[in-house]
């Protein structure tokens, strides 16, 4: 069996979701660590008045390919745009473009997929579920295909507890919900929706579910495998530590709460926080492409690239991390409030309390004294933004899952010890306090885009919130006393009892003072 980078050698590759955060990791990872490569065709959609070409183009301009462009200056000439829209019929891939890509691909990754949780379900079907179809389709035409791999996702079967490495039979027939959706407006969808994803908590993880199902159907004697990655977060070593690119899942939490405007989040303190760093999921899928085209199993083999069983960590575990970090080690900059501790409530009335107190009322409050001194009102529809994504996570914040990982270590078992320091798949070593703090690091250096010149003026403002904070407090806190006192004889007689100690004490404090000279 040939190494992982010989495999690579002189393969065409054609990657879906390679302008997405998965993909732009797994082109910079293939290029660099298997330099052999001949090309790479990477489906594009033209997108706001850009061609796929100049998408391209913009993209190699990401930080992500710093260290690749040292070594390979003209890495770009090995990326050919392929521009098409999972959305359309044929993923809108012009016809001399099919030929281009049966006539030279060799390995297909298809990393694309709409990832939002609240996603029409309309929609959701043609990215998730018919895009597959079409992809399989087109799959089956390439004359020297080699092995397609398909990135599903860790949560496809979260109706169950413990989740092995198999595909689970779908509660409905995909090719019927496909039929369905195609004469079904949108709204007529939108209102069948929460019955027909039943136990499942979105669109995405429904949809992820019937791909599945449906892939194995439409690419039988196909040499297919899955690989299923949980909640894929910042990069732990590659190619830059803490590297990402948008704010969903936790990056969105963790920059909330170091602004200070997240106080409370539905979540279980004791559940497993399922985070995979991106370089892991993008070893796996390269090392997978591997072994499936070099070993040809019978059946399609699923791998979950997941932390949960082998090195777990809680919310309630991380909360502190972060909140330390964000506290006394890199604040951000322009923070709302001083980020403190994430009170965390299983139950919804207890956490929509906290909503209220935390941060509907400050949000109030804030924005009246905008309208006061004439500026436009923002917080509320900030924090408007940030209960939408909150509302879409709090069933993964709530829950753990168990998954197995049989076939993860039957593919390590099968790599070279060089292979396995190169494409590293296992997260046991993870450190997770130190992950974390490069994590938020990352946030908000690739993110916010803020510079770490800008620190001091970033405590300082820490500082000048915590000042304004106790000062509030005193005043609210004397105001309700001198109320107290105006209304009750017993708080009046209580103040005098512990002024009249107060400047007793202070008395015999000048009269030590007096005899000790």
Aim: hydrophobic share 40%; proline share 5%; charged share 20%.
């Amino acid at each position: 069996m040939r190494t992982v980078g010989e495999f690579y050698k002189g393969q065409s590759i054609f990657i879906t979701g390679g302008t997405g955060f998965i993909g732009k990791v797994l082109i910079e990872k293939l290029l660099r660590c298997c330099p052999g490569i001949k090309c790479m065709y990477l489906l594009v959609r033209p997108k706001k008045g850009q061609a796929a070409e100049e998408r391209i183009q913009d993209m190699i301009q990401s930080q992500v390919f710093q260290c690749l462009k040292k070594d390979q200056p003209d890495f770009g000439d090995k990326l050919v745009p392929i521009g098409g829209d999972l959305c359309e019929d044929e993923i809108g891939i012009s016809q001399c473009d099919q030929q281009t890509l049966r006539d030279n691909v060799t390995v297909v990754f298809h990393c694309a997929a709409t990832i939002r949780f609240d996603e029409p379900l309309k929609r959701a079907l043609k990215m998730n579920v018919i895009a597959v179809k079409n992809m399989i389709n087109l799959a089956k035409t390439i004359q020297n295909l080699e092995v397609f791999i398909h990135i599903s996702t860790a949560y496809a079967h979260c109706d169950r507890d413990h989740i092995e490495e198999m595909i689970y039979p779908s509660q409905h027939d995909p090719y019927k919900v496909i039929a369905a959706s195609e004469w079904m407006d949108d709204e007529m969808m939108d209102k069948i929706t929460p019955n027909l994803i039943g136990k499942k908590p979105n669109t995405y993880t429904f949809t992820k579910q019937l791909a599945e199902n449906l892939l194995i159907k439409e690419g039988a004697g196909m040499n297919i495998a899955i690989v299923r990655p949980s909640i894929v977060g910042a990069a732990w070593k590659e190619p830059i530590a803490g590297w990402i690119d948008n704010m969903n899942g936790p990056g969105g939490l963790y920059i909330a709460a170091g602004k200070g405007l997240l106080k409370t989040m539905l979540a279980s303190s004791e559940a497993i926080a399922d985070i995979i760093p991106v370089d892991f999921p993008v070893n796996m899928i390269i090392s997978v492409g591997w072994y499936t085209a070099e070993a040809r199993p019978k059946d399609v083999l699923v791998y979950h690239c997941t932390t949960g069983t082998i090195n777990p960590m809680t919310w309630g575990e991380m909360e502190p991390v972060v909140m330390n970090y964000w506290k006394h080690k890199n604040p951000l900059e322009n923070c709302f409030r001083r980020p403190k501790t994430v009170q965390m409530s299983t139950t919804s009335y207890a956490h929509n309390y906290l909503v209220f107190v935390g941060h509907r009322l400050p949000a109030y409050l804030t924005d009246l004294a905008f309208k006061c001194v004439g500026k436009k009102p923002r917080m509320m529809k900030i924090y408007n933004k940030l209960h939408k994504v909150m509302g879409t996570l709090d069933y993964f914040t709530r829950r753990s899952w168990k998954w197995t990982s049989h076939n993860s270590e039957m593919l390590k078992s099968h790599m070279t010890e060089e292979d396995l320091k190169t494409f590293y798949i296992c997260p046991r070593s993870l450190h997770w306090p130190t992950y974390l703090e490069s994590y938020c690091g990352g946030t908000k250096k690739f993110i916010l885009n803020e510079d770490s010149s800008n620190l001091p003026a970033a405590r300082a403002h820490l500082i000048k919130l915590r000042n304004i904070r106790y000062t509030f407090n005193t005043i609210i806190l004397i105001g309700l006393w001198r109320v107290l006192i105006a209304r009750s004889q017993f708080a009046r007689n209580l103040w005098y009892f512990v002024m009249g100690l107060v400047f007793k004490f202070v008395r015999y404090l000048r009269l030590t003072s007096t005899i000790k000279r």
